[in-house]
Each structure stands twice: as structure tokens, then as C-alpha cells.
């Protein structure tokens, strides 16, 4: 196998390639997008042969990253602690605690006493999978999904590790997730940016997001992902000036390549050529673009199952069902990122219009992936960046509470793409403050969906100032129980 | 020295065919025909073995004595040829004798248990890696020192034949490559084209009509020098070479981290652009911003310069662990110095040994140790007013200061005006070699120090900052003067002699001119670091004046034109293709420095996200005068970055930064298509034209001598006012009025609005060329 995507790699010198290709549209932006960084730095790097082809045969295709950003609270949506309530006020034995370092919002706490959660679990489907009553559509859909309770990670604090998460680092300037399958994968569809972002915010406490979660640190920028926003430039500078039509930026454009072919025929530089199918790549995304955007031909069936909010641009329930036609239009990496989690105090208050926020959509898009065939190509993923404490931070009453960051375990979940449905893995203990069995770091986490892809973690690398990077930094190992 | 690597790939790049040939017939056993090179008569360790070693063998073979399998090393001759450890008979090494050099027969053996790399590594040595090594061997397996840490000697200018090219030391140097392969330098580029390049690249801006016409009408052998000196002179010249440097020094307007309000650091910013300006020698503008506050009798503008230190991310994240982030802000620092200054990867050494560079972990916190003194805490505040716009240790600028002492500082108001600068604690702060590099971990304590593989440190110099750039600045030091210079090459030719300008150690591109480097870093030092004559050297040499014409002979020989037979075509970068449309359009407000500015931006980026807290939650955008200043001077809130800017990949400012990528993608067509800044350039610049008294072809013709800087051909101006012809004659007075509705400089009055819009079409579609934006 790995002879055979040499010599693959060895018939695409890139330069012969793109000077055979005929100046019809898009064949170089293609071009460059099916062989990324072959010939960075004008050496056929080895390295970068493997990149933009799979190691192996991949379960799934694409993946779309349902981000909730600012941690929800375990305790509250899955992981079920029915012992914490008898505790109530109660101190969190020193044992339990252990060294664990808490974040300079709790530190100085007096006491640390335990709180149960205000809603009720009940267990659902086959998986017989607790779930919260905050949740009710989720727990229609426990057996199409596998619910992780047993995710760690190093990072206590919102930007550290939410860039961990996304990037396999706490510092920036490395390549977010989405970037590296761009890299490691290549395009398949020739309209539409390879990594997109959407954003939306709940009600609840919110934490900022960073351009740098979706950045292509040192990969080229073509694997940056591009953000699709809400209103009428749905990405950035998209739209013609008001009164140029089609018609006329078509015109626009072919005097604009005659002229620079004049300027080719002077120099005889390749990247004149390639900035004029860089031109054309643009005027079909502006096409592709709103096309993909438009709701409005959407059935009213999946109107109803996304719920109503999903005519409103902008929020949790259109970015989900904007995901699922960006996904089906060939776009490798989705990433949504919700903010509004972020529950130190009035938790119970806020959570409720958080889960109420994200239920519905959430389980809606694994339906209709399901229903559409297309859930088993599809990596869908849902989860925070970190977890929450089981004691209280600030004033407990018996209605009211907040939990502070908690990095020691959080539950995800996932569906479709060669997961196992219908499995809880990983459990904590009695309290919800350790973790019990089957822990899961964040690397082997992003060595599982690597792997679901074709790609094995240790070698999809790139080479940064002698360094050869990965998502995974230096571990990671794949969570082969919940493979199907 | 040997000849690079680079060019060895390139002429074999020619030969592969027929030896692929040669192989295949001659034996079986060489399985790689397609990439089998011709080994050279005389193996050099630095730039044949070493690259093979540092990148194949060192992680388990190399200077991290904690990942060291087997207890040998590779990099260094003595372990290599003492006797074995597990097997005190063999020896890895055996100098002339490949058969009984352990190291050869693992790296050849057919038994994967024993191959080596093993196979577990993912790393493969090709068959041309084994000839080399085979053949070192056989000649002796001679270890050298590192290239890069040893001092460069000045080498005497090489003879060439074509000797009437060179117009400076450089060309001989280049010219004598070029020879050796048979490559002929291009002529001179087109006046034109060259005034272009020239202006681009001293003052970030294209040359006006004036300079164009009076370049042009100048046939005197003097008039290139002529621009030259006088593109020195202006302050754009400080602007231009402050960006580079604010790349390296992350300078940004916000703290970076998750709410990422808004710092006051533009005085600094201010202090870069006015030390370009008056020719600060190189090791005075670096020893100030090092170690400004430590001076002997330390002045206010000394201090503000420290503010290069200061510039790095700083939390303002409740609840984080203070101590977690200090010892971040102390690594930056750290890091900043090691690849910005010294040109290595000292980073790498944060939480074990380096594995390729002979630094150990413990080198690393001496170096460390050097910054881990200042008066600083974690967190200081979390996000709010005016009081936390700098952090502590800070200095507060008066206008008094500023009419008097700091006369560069561009303040525009009375209120209270606060910049973080260094400076340390009366006490030292002891300093740990960082176990893992994690903060709560400390191990043995350290002193100051340096690593020695560069030179060590010297026992006169106080161990202090302003020891280390004494010591930076010794010249004996390999190392300051090579990385700048190739800094500074890197600006005007669009890549260094060494490519990877932020490592010049063991898996950084060996030099493309090593001969060159030298005798540049050692003229430089020479002539007391001076920065402006140093430009001027690269400026004027043949070298940088050829043409941009790529012929298909030179495209095949040496497609990444390392032999620099031509002259460098790049597009430009982000802030000078906003400088570009204002300056060429005459909207270009030439103010210099001062607080940053919000020009246009697409809604909501901010507003999005966001957390709602701080004055940077809202992009309130700017009106009249400064939505025309230069591109450096858009605002930079680091965690989400001016969106044109990083589209054409301008740092974010995150980390120190030597290089940036030029890539070319759709959103750049985006931007150069749709941006309101390039459309009201067009139209500002479209109805200053239809004032004046001449004829259409004369105006398309004047528009595109303003945007490319030169005049247009016959078959350009055709196709011109052919699509300027067609506009006027389809356009419809709605669609014109939409048209010209965009930006908000005030709309020319009595200028007929069809008129206007078609005009306006063909200026933007001029702003649109791809050699507008490139220097060529």
C-alpha cells in the first residue's frame, strides 16, 4: 500500500500537472486541493505523499463537529449520580478530591460541598442509556449514539482547552482538527471551502471563541476553515457589489484573464495561471454558496424535525441543518461551536434554556443523516471542552447552584461513521469527580476520529521547523471498544 | 564550503532519467530506481550526512539523553566510534569500513527486527541516503561542527567571468553559482518595473507619477542610487521595515486570551517605525528593546523600547492559576528570543533535551532565567477600563513626555496614556529547570546561562539582560548577525539564502549561499550593524535589479529560482496591498502611528464571537480620515484578526512569526473583488479622472499607470476601453446609482453617475490584475 501512494505520489509532479491541465474551470484550485503540499517548498516532500489519500479504508467520510463551547454540565444532561442528591451540602471527602488543581475561581473556596442534580434521569431505547429530562429528543435518539462518560482532559480553563481539544495543544499556532483532515484528505467537492464554521450563542454565561480553533497554523491556508455566517454575506466578501450581475462579473472576469494571460505570455510564471483559476474557484462559490445556504427548499418533514428555529439564521437549529447540506454537498469537516455553557452560578436556570436550545437540532440532524443513508459516511460528534465539579462554587441553596471547570471527565457523544450506536462507554465513580473505567484522553479521542477517517494518527505528520507535528501531539491511542 | 544540497537535486533533477536507467540494468537489489542521485565525489558531514542523521536518527540517536536508545549517539564522533554498548566487539561506526560499521549494516539489513530506523518509527532511509552514508564512511566518516555555530569568517569574493555584471560583492557571489551551472543572470528589468519593486519593497507603497516621470526622464548611470537614497529617506521607510519586525515581536492591540480586551501598546509600535527611520544600528535596537530598563542611566524612550518583551499574550481569564501564566509570558520571551534573535528552535528544549540541537533542557531555563525576573504577576485584572490597558511592570507617557522627550509618539489626546514594559524585581527569582516543562513541577535549580554549542557564556558580562545581548552581540556570537541579515534578504528576494529563517539548526535548509551569508553577516558586523546600509547593499547589487522574466529553460533548471538567475516575483503582503489601493487612489491618509484604527469590516465578526465583555465585544468602526491610514495600522484584536489580513496570510500575532506564507486562494479573489475598500479606491479614483480635461483612453490609461505602475501596453489599453465602452453604453442609471453608493467618502459632485460607475468598473477590474499586486 504504502508503494502504491509513493508511486502515485511520483506521477503527480505537481508542476507537469498543472501545466498539462487544460485552462478549463477550477483545474488548478483542483488541482492543488487533491495534492495539497506535495511539493511544498518546491521538494517533493515524502512526508506529504501519504497526505491527500487515506492510510486505510475509512468508515467514514465527513465529520460534523457539534461544538458546545463553555463545558455543560455532565451532571446534568448524562452522567447520572443519583448519590450526590443523598450527599447534598455535604463536604467532598479529601480522598475523592485528591490533588486535583481547581481553577483560581474556587481555590480559595471555603468548603467544597457536594451538590445532586435538580433535574430527573430516566434510562431509554435498547442501550437502556440514562439520560436527563432536560434532553428529551437526545433520548429518543441513545441508540443511534454512542455516549462517552469518560473524557479527560489537561486544561482547566476555557481558551486553553478548547484550543487543546481542537488543535491537540493548549498553546495556538498549531492546525485546528478540521485543517488537518483538509490536509490528510483533500477535497471532495470543488465548490465549497473543504473546513467550514458556524457559529451560534445560547442564553447561558458565554465564553468567546478564537479564530485560532479553526486555523491551519502551519498547513497552507487553503485548509484554514472558513467561517459562514448568518445575513447575506454567508461568507466574507461573497457577495458582488449592488448592481453587478452574474452576467456582468462573468464579463468582468474575461477581460480580466485576457489580461493577465498577457502578462503570463511576458513572465511565464505558473502562479499567474493559478491566480486565474483562484478567480474562477471564486466565481463559482458564489453560486455554490448561496445554494447551499437556501433553506427554503427544505420539506416541511424536516422543518418539523429540526423545530422551528431552524428558519432563523444564525441559531443552534439552522447551523444544524445547515450542517447536514454542507456535509451532503461533499464539505470534509463541519464545526459548530454553541456558546452559553458556561454555568458557575443560576446553573439550573440557564442549563435548562441551553439543553432546550441545542436538544432538538442535535438529535434531528443524526435522524436525518439516518434517513437519508448518509449517517454511516458521517461523524457526528457532540461535547464541551472540559467538565464540571460535583460540588457547588458559590452559595448552594436548595434550588440554586453553580459548578465550577472540572478537566478530570466530561461526557460526549458520537454518532455515525463506524461508531458503535447505541453504547455508553466509561464510567465515573459514585460522586462524578473521577473516572471510574475506560478513561479516554483528548488525543485518543482525536486518534479515533482520525481513524474513522483512513488516517492513522502517528502518521499523519507535517514537518514545521524540523519538527513533524501532529493532532496528537506525542499519544493518543485509538479507542478501538467503540468502533463498530 | 561544499555546495548545497538544493543544487545537487537540481542538476540531478536533469540526469535522473538516463541513471534510472543505468540502475535498473546494472544490479537488482536497487529497488528505488525513480529516485536513485549521483553521490557525490566528496561527502560533506554538514550538508550530506548530517540532514540524514538529524532527521532519521537522532530522535533515538541524538542529544536527549532520555529518549536514547542503545546509549548511543549519532551526532557526536566520539560515541559514534567508541565500542558498543550492548555488544562491546562492534562499533557503530568504523572509520573507512562500511562491512563492519554496525550503524551501515542495520541501516542495509533485510531483517526488519534489526533494520533500522525500525520500521515502528515510520521513518525510512531512500537508497541514495544509504550511498551517502556508505561513501562518508568509506572516506572516513569525518564529523564536523554544525555549519551555523561557527562564527563566520569573511571569505574573500569570488572570481567570476562575466565580469562586467556584478555591481556589488553580492553578484560575485551569485554570478560564480550560476556559472558553475551553466545559468545566465536576466538583463535589468524595465525601469518601470523595477521603480516598482524598489518602492515596494524601502517604503511599502508604489512610486507616484512624479518618481515614475522623473526615473524615466533620468538616464544619468546615477539615477537608480538616486531613488534608492531618496526612498531611504522617507518615513514610509520606517513604516515598511517596522512590519517584519512586529511579526517577529507579536505585536498586537488586544491581551489574546479568551475576552481579549484591548492593550495600549501602539507607543512602541510607534518607537519600531521612528528607530527604522533614524538608522538605529541593529545591536543598539535590539539591546534597548532587551534590556532598555537596565541601561546605565536608563532613558524614558530605553524603557519604552523594553516593550518588545511585553507584547506577548497576557490572561485576563478569571480563575486561571497565576503562576500557570506567568511561567507562559516568561516562555514566550524565551522562545521569541531563541527563533526570532538566535535563529534556533530552542523551544524545543521546554520539556526534555532537544532532539536534533545540541541544547539540553537545562540549557534552556538558564536562557530562561534571563526573563524569569520581572516584577510581573500571572493575572492582573480581569477585562475593564482604561487601568488595565497595560499590565504591570509599566511606564505612563505624559504629553509632556511627548513634546519634549518622545517627540515620536503620535498621542492625540490628554487622557492617561500606559505602556507594559520590562522590569525586574529587586530580588532574584530563583529559577528551576521545569520537569516536563510543566509550571508545578520544578526540578534542580539554574543559573543564567547560554548554550554553550553557540558560546558560552561569558563570565564578564552581568547575568542579566543586558549580559545576554552583550553576549548576543559578541562577535563571536555564530549566530545574530547570520539570522538578521537573512531576515532582511528574505524581505527583498521572498525567501532567505537559509529558508527556514527561524532554524539554522540541525533540521533547518542548509544555506543556498553559504559563502554569501557569511561574507554578508560579517561585513554587517564590520560596519557596526548598520541596517540602512545593508539594505542599500542588497538593493543595489545586479542581483535584486534583474528581471522577473522566467524563461521555460530557467523554470525547468531551477524552478524555486535558487540560483536567483531572475529577479523575485511575489505577490505582496497584506498591509501593502491596502496601501497599494489607498496610495494609487489618492485616499491614502499618511499620519504615522499613533493608536490603531477600525476601517471597514464585514458586520458581526466581532459581535460573534464574542463573550460581551470588553471594549473590543463591538466593532465600533471608524469614519472619515482613519478609515484611509496604511494597512499596519488596522487594529489587531489577536483572537479574531482583521479578516483581509489574514486572508493574505498576515500574522496573527499569536506567537513570534519570521515568515510568512504567500498562498493564493479564492478568498483573495473575494477580497480584491467585493471589499468596500478596493471599490471606493475605484470610485474615489475613477471620479477624480473624469474631472480632468482628457479623453477616455487617456484616462484608463492614467489609471493603470497609477494601479501597476507602469504605462499599459497598446493590447492592454485595448481591451480597456473596449469593456469601458461596452459599461457606458449598457450601464442603467439604477444600476449606477447602486454602484457608486459604496464607501463613505464623500460622492464627487457634477460627475455624470453612468459615467462614473463604468469608469469605475474598469479601475477595479485594474485593481484585480494579478501583477498589480505582485512585485515583479
Same mark, same amino acid.
Given at each position: ?72 454540565? *455532565? ?14 451540602? *455535604? ?81 495556538? @499556532? ?10 490528510? $484528505?483533500? @477535497?471532495?467537492?470543488?465548490? $465549497? ?16 471563541? %478564537? ?125 459548530? %461551536?454553541? *456558546? ?60 440554586? %447552584? ?30 462524578? %469527580? ?36 501532529? $493532532? ?7 479507542? @478501538?471498544?467503540?468502533?463498530? | ?7 545537487? &537535486? ?39 550526512? &548530517? ?26 564522533? #566520539? ?26 549494516? &542495520? ?50 569574493? +569570488?572570481?567570476?567571468?562575466? #565580469?562586467?555584471?556584478?555591481?556589488? #560583492? ?8 550560476? #556559472? ?14 523595477? !521603480? ?9 507603497? +508604489? ?54 480586551? /484591548? ?18 544600528? /541593529? ?148 529559577? /528551576? ?100 546600509? !545593508? ?94 491610514? &496604511? ?79 507602469? =504605462? ?11 469593456? /469601458?465602452? =461596452? ?50
Amino acid at each position: 500500500m504504502e508503494k502504491e501512494i509513493l508511486e502515485h505520489g511520483l506521477n503527480f509532479n505537481r508542476r507537469r500537472f498543472l501545466s498539462s491541465m487544460s485552462l478549463g474551470i477550477g483545474g488548478i484550485a483542483l488541482g492543488s486541493l487533491l495534492m495539497p503540499d506535495l511539493f511544498k517548498n518546491g521538494e517533493l516532500d515524502e512526508e506529504a505523499l501519504v497526505a491527500g489519500m487515506p492510510h486505510f479504508a475509512p468508515k467514514a467520510k465527513r465529520v460534523i463537529y457539534l461544538f458546545q463551547n463553555g463545558a455543560p454540565s *455532565q451532571q446534568e444532561l448524562f452522567d447520572y449520580k443519583p448519590k450526590l442528591r443523598d450527599l447534598f451540602g *455535604q463536604e467532598i471527602p479529601p480522598s475523592v478530591r485528591g490533588t486535583q488543581r481547581l481553577t483560581g475561581m474556587t481555590a480559595n473556596q471555603a468548603s467544597f460541598p457536594l451538590v445532586g442534580s435538580f433535574v430527573n434521569f430516566k434510562q431509554y431505547g435498547e442501550s437502556r442509556a440514562w439520560v436527563s429530562d432536560l434532553l428529551p429528543y437526545t433520548s429518543k435518539i441513545v441508540d443511534d449514539i454512542c455516549i462517552v462518560k469518560s473524557m479527560y482532559t489537561e486544561a482547566i480553563n476555557h481558551d486553553p482547552a478548547l484550543t487543546f481539544l481542537q488543535t491537540g495543544s493548549q498553546q495556538g @499556532n498549531r492546525p485546528s482538527m478540521g485543517a488537518w483532515l483538509s490536509y490528510g $484528505l483533500g @477535497n471532495e467537492n470543488k465548490n $465549497l471551502p473543504n473546513f467550514t464554521v458556524l457559529l451560534s450563542r445560547g442564553v447561558g454565561n458565554g465564553q468567546g471563541v %478564537y479564530s485560532k480553533l479553526w486555523s491551519n497554523g502551519f498547513l497552507d491556508s487553503v485548509h484554514q476553515g472558513v467561517q459562514f455566517s448568518k445575513g447575506e454575506d454567508p461568507v466574507l466578501y461573497l457577495r458582488d457589489p449592488e448592481g453587478m450581475d452574474r452576467k456582468e462579473r462573468r464579463d468582468m472576469l474575461d477581460n480580466l484573464s485576457e489580461l493577465n494571460e498577457m502578462s503570463y505570455q511576458e513572465f511565464g510564471d505558473p502562479e499567474i495561471t493559478a491566480k486565474v483559476k483562484q478567480y474562477e474557484m471564486a466565481y463559482r462559490m458564489q453560486t455554490a454558496v448561496p445554494e447551499v445556504m437556501d433553506l427554503s427548499k427544505e420539506s416541511d418533514d424536516i422543518i418539523k424535525l429540526y423545530g422551528p428555529d431552524c428558519l432563523v439564521p444564525g441559531t443552534f437549529a439552522a447551523n444544524c441543518l445547515l450542517a447536514r447540506k454542507l456535509s451532503e454537498n461533499g464539505v470534509r469537516f463541519v464545526q459548530l %461551536y454553541h *456558546q452559553g455553557w458556561d454555568q458557575h452560578g443560576n446553573l439550573p436556570f440557564e442549563i435548562t434554556k441551553q439543553a432546550k436550545d441545542v436538544d432538538q437540532a442535535s438529535a434531528a440532524l443524526v435522524t436525518d443523516l439516518k434517513q437519508r443513508g448518509l449517517l454511516d459516511e458521517t461523524l457526528v460528534i457532540w461535547g464541551g471542552e472540559f467538565g464540571r465539579t460535583s460540588y457547588t462554587q458559590g452559595k448552594l441553596t436548595t434550588d440554586n %447552584y453553580g459548578r465550577d471547570h472540572h478537566p478530570r471527565c466530561f461526557t460526549i457523544w458520537m454518532a455515525g461513521g463506524g461508531i458503535k450506536p447505541g453504547i455508553v462507554y466509561g464510567e465515573t465513580d459514585e460522586l462524578g %469527580y473521577n473516572i471510574a473505567s475506560n478513561p479516554v484522553h483528548v488525543h485518543d479521542f482525536q486518534a479515533t476520529i482520525l481513524h474513522q477517517l483512513g488516517l492513522n494518527h502517528e502518521k499523519l505528520v507535517f514537518k514545521h521547523l524540523g519538527r513533524r507535528y501532529r $493532532l496528537t501531539d506525542v499519544s493518543g491511542k485509538v479507542v @478501538n471498544d467503540i468502533i463498530s | 564550503m561544499k555546495s548545497p544540497i538544493d543544487m545537487r &537535486r537540481t542538476l540531478l533533477f536533469l540526469t535522473v532519467p538516463c541513471l534510472a536507467l543505468v540502475f535498473q540494468c546494472r544490479t537488482s537489489d536497487s529497488s528505488n530506481q525513480a529516485k536513485e542521485e549521483k553521490v557525490p565525489e566528496e561527502i560533506s558531514y554538514n550538508f550530506d550526512i &548530517r540532514p540524514i542523521l538529524s532527521d532519521k536518527c537522532l530522535v533515538c540517536h541524538g542529544p536527549d539523553a532520555n529518549k536514547r536508545e542503545a546509549g548511543l549517539r549519532l551526532d557526536v564522533a #566520539e560515541s559514534a566510534f567508541q565500542a558498543l554498548k550492548e555488544n562491546p566487539k562492534a562499533h557503530a561506526l568504523v572509520a573507512g569500513k562500511p562491512e563492519f560499521s554496525q550503524a551501515y549494516l &542495520r541501516i542495509t539489513s533485510k531483517d526488519t527486527a534489526l533494520l533500522m530506523p525500525p520500521p515502528s518509527s515510520n521513518l525510512k532511509l531512500t537508497q541514495h541516503e544509504i550511498n551517502l552514508i556508505e561513501k562518508w564512511i568509506k572516506q572516513g566518516a569525518k564529523y564536523e561542527k554544525h555549519w551555523a555555530f561557527v562564527a563566520p569568517k569573511k571569505p574573500s569574493v +569570488p572570481k567570476v567571468e562575466q #565580469e562586467e555584471w556584478p555591481k556589488n #560583492e553580492i553578484d560575485y557571489f551569485v554570478l560564480q553559482k550560476q #556559472e558553475q551551472k551553466g545559468l545566465k543572470p536576466n538583463e535589468e528589468a524595465d525601469k518601470e518595473r523595477l !521603480l516598482k519593486r524598489l518602492s515596494l519593497d524601502l517604503n511599502g507603497l +508604489p512610486p507616484s507619477l512624479q518618481m515614475m516621470d522623473e526615473f524615466l526622464a533620468d538616464n544619468s548611470p546615477k539615477a537608480y542610487e538616486k531613488m534608492v537614497d531618496k526612498l531611504l529617506k522617507n518615513t514610509a521607510y520606517g513604516e515598511k521595515m517596522a512590519i517584519h519586525w512586529l511579526d517577529l515581536a507579536r505585536y498586537a492591540d488586544s491581551h489574546g486570551y479568551q475576552d481579549d480586551g /484591548y492593550r495600549t501598546q501602539w507607543p512602541w509600535r510607534d518607537w519600531v517605525i521612528h528607530a527604522f527611520n533614524q538608522n538605529m544600528h /541593529y545591536n543598539d535596537f535590539v539591546t534597548w528593546q532587551l534590556a532598555g530598563d537596565l541601561m546605565p542611566n536608563s532613558t524614558k524612550e530605553q524603557l519604552l523600547a523594553t516593550g518588545f518583551n511585553r507584547n506577548h499574550k497576557i490572561t485576563e481569564e478569571g480563575g486561571v492559576i497565576p503562576e500557570e501564566y506567568r511561567i507562559m509570558y516568561v516562555t514566550d520571551r524565551n522562545d521569541l528570543f531563541g527563533k526570532g534573535l538566535l535563529g534556533v528552535t530552542l523551544e524545543c528544549a521546554h520539556c526534555h533535551d532537544h532532539k536534533y540541537d545540541p541544547f539540553s533542557q537545562k540549557e534552556y531555563y538558564q536562557m530562561f532565567a534571563f526573563f524569569n525576573n520581572v516584577k510581573e504577576v500571572g493575572i492582573e485584572s480581569v477585562i475593564g477600563g482604561p487601568e488595565t490597558y497595560a499590565k504591570k511592570p509599566l511606564m505612563e507617557i505624559s504629553n509632556e513626555d511627548v513634546k519634549n522627550i518622545l517627540t515620536f509618539v503620535n498621542k492625540q489626546d490628554t487622557s492617561r496614556l500606559i505602556v507594559s514594559v520590562m522590569g525586574d524585581l529587586d530580588t532574584t527569582r530563583k529559577t /528551576y529547570i521545569l520537569k516536563r516543562g510543566v509550571y508545578d513541577a520544578p526540578g534542580d535549580e539554574v543559573e543564567p546561562g547560554t548554550p554553550k554549542s553557540i558560546l558560552p557564556f561569558n563570565n564578564k558580562y552581568p547575568k542579566n539582560r543586558l549580559g545576554l545581548s552583550q553576549w548576543l552581540f559578541d562577535k563571536k556570537n555564530p549566530l545574530t548577525a547570520r539570522v538578521y541579515v537573512n531576515i532582511l534578504w528574505q524581505e527583498f528576494f521572498g525567501k532567505g539564502i537559509v529558508k527556514t529563517s527561524g532554524d539554522f539548526g540541525m533540521q533547518g535548509e542548509l544555506p543556498s549561499h553559504p559563502a554569501l551569508l557569511d561574507w554578508l553577516a560579517s561585513d554587517f558586523m564590520e560596519h557596526n550593524w548598520d541596517v540602512k546600509r !545593508l539594505v542599500k547593499q542588497m538593493v543595489t547589487s545586479a542581483t535584486y535589479r534583474q528581471s522577473a522574466v522566467i524563461t521555460k529553460e530557467k523554470l525547468a533548471m531551477d524552478p524555486d529560482n535558487i540560483l536567483l538567475a531572475r529577479g523575485a516575483r511575489y505577490r505582496i503582503n497584506a498591509e501593502f496591498i491596502k496601501d497599494l489601493v489607498l496610495s494609487s487612489s489618492g485616499l491614502l491618509n499618511k499620519t504615522i502611528g499613533g493608536p490603531s484604527v477600525k476601517p471597514y469590516q464585514p458586520a458581526g465578526l466581532w459581535e460573534g464571537a464574542t463573550s460581551g465583555r470588553g471594549l473590543l465585544s463591538v466593532y465600533n468602526q471608524d469614519h472619515g480620515a482613519s478609515l484611509y491610514r &496604511r494597512g499596519m495600522y488596522t487594529l489587531i484584536k489577536r483572537t479574531v484578526p482583521p479578516p483581509t489580513m489574514g486572508i493574505f496570510d498576515a500574522s496573527n500575532r499569536d506567537l513570534c512569526e519570521v515568515k510568512r506564507l504567500k498562498t493564493n486562494t479564492p478568498l483573495q479573489a473575494l477580497v480584491m473583488m467585493n471589499d468596500p475598500t478596493v471599490l471606493e479606491a475605484s470610485r474615489v479614483l475613477a471620479a477624480k479622472l473624469l474631472q480632468e480635461k482628457t479623453d477616455a483612453k487617456e484616462k484608463v490609461a492614467k489609471a493603470f499607470r497609477l494601479i501597476v505602475c507602469r =504605462k499599459p501596453s497598446d493590447k492592454e489599453l485595448g481591451v480597456l476601453t473596449a469593456y /469601458y465602452d =461596452k459599461q457606458l453604453k449598457t450601464m442603467k442609471p439604477e444600476t449606477a446609482q447602486k454602484m457608486i453608493a459604496v464607501g463613505e467618502y464623500p460622492l464627487t459632485k457634477n460627475v455624470d453617475k453612468k459615467t462614473l460607475a463604468a469608469l469605475m468598473r474598469v479601475v477595479s477590474t485594474i485593481y484585480n490584475l494579478e501583477e498589480t499586486i505582485t512585485k515583479s
